[in-house]
């Protein structure tokens, strides 16, 4: 048992103010007799270190226990603030980039909605110059059966002109025998020949009209087709282009909500581990606490045995 005599030492009287000593030699903290609150571990500690009486084991328990105490309080106050400063800049980076990523997210679309728009156009004209080129087409074939037609009839009307000189040369040869029949049959022929040759002529310049014409409707065909072919691939270059653009901004939206959620997770952490010192901190307050109350009742024990 531990046995201290106050009347030996005025340090040791003054120090069972603040100490309780019970029967194994332990030391409780006690409510200061001439103070209405309870001393802090540093002046606690300042006390113990001050003493001028042998240092016992219970007191040398409770000085390593007060600077323990303090030692810990001060490293979680210090951790604590440097995780609520953390937690402050996290939430104002995580206000940041959700601005960002939310205008990021309305440029993109803005542009996506304008490459839509002119990709629809691109298409509607490709369409056109489809229609356009289908409608060339089908007048060079009519055309064509058109020119077929004529060459048809001015084959059978050359045929018939031929029919007509070989009846001419026959009727010739029978006006030898008959000559007055023969002259009005050269003269009847002749008109009609002179009237064969003419329609003939009207097809041959009708049939070389429709040949230009068609030669004009081929050229112009080529034209439509070299405009349609370089429209075709400049389009074909310009949506490949609107495509690589799309990609690369779908990219880019997913990097940045990408850093966004690695920002909250992190955040989320941190935060975790904020609640978990604030606990920490709370069980060392209640330490404290108990500490308090058994010098407090300590002192009433110094007290009673007065």
């Keep these: 048992a531990l046995a201290l005599e106050t009347s030996d030492c005025p340090c040791l009287e003054q120090l069972l103010r603040f100490f309780d000593l019970n029967g194994n030699g332990d030391i409780t903290l006690l409510q200061s007799s001439d103070s209405t609150t309870a001393p802090t571990p ?33 490293l979680l106050e210090r951790q604590i603030s440097v995780l609520e400063s953390t937690v402050n800049d996290l939430e104002e980076g995580r206000e940041e980039l959700s601005a960002l990523a939310e205008a990021r997210e309305n440029v993109l679309k803005m542009e996506h909605d304008a490459t839509k728009s002119q990709l629809q156009e691109h298409i509607l004209a490709n369409d056109t110059l489809r229609a356009q080129v289908d409608t060339v087409r089908s007048d060079l074939t009519e ?5 077929s037609v004529l060459e048809g009839e001015r084959s059978a009307l050359l045929q ?4 007509r000189r070989m009846e001419v040369a026959e009727l010739r040869s029978a006006a030898e025998e008959a000559a007055a ?14 009237s064969l040759t003419y329609e003939l002529n009207l097809k041959s310049m009708e049939c070389d009209d ?18 349609c072919r370089e429209k075709a691939e400049s389009n074909a270059r310009e949506v490949e282009q609107l495509q690589l653009e799309l990609r690369e901004m779908s990219d880019s939206s997913g990097t940045l909500l990408l850093q966004v959620e690695q920002y909250m997770t992190d955040f989320n952490n941190l935060k975790m581990e904020s609640e978990s010192l604030k606990s920490d901190y709370v069980g060392a307050k ?9 010098r407090m009742s300590l002192v009433e024990k110094v007290e009673e045995q007065r």
Aim: hydrophobic share 40%; charged share 30%; net charge negative.
């Design 42 to 74: 540093v002046e606690l500690t300042h006390d113990l270190d001050s003493m001028t009486t042998p240092v016992t084991a219970g007191v040398q328990i409770m000085k390593t226990v007060l600077k323990n105490e303090l030692t810990k309080r001060l």
């Design 286 to 294: 209640d330490d404290i606490a108990r500490l308090t109350e058994e």
């Design 143 to 147: 055309s064509q059966n058109y020119v």
């Design 160 to 163: 018939n002109v031929e029919d």
């Design 181 to 194: 029949v023969a002259a009005k049959e050269t003269e009847r022929l002749g008109a009609e020949t002179a």
């Design 210 to 227: 429709v040949t230009s014409a068609l030669a004009q409707a081929n050229q112009k065909l080529v034209d439509v087709e070299r405009t």
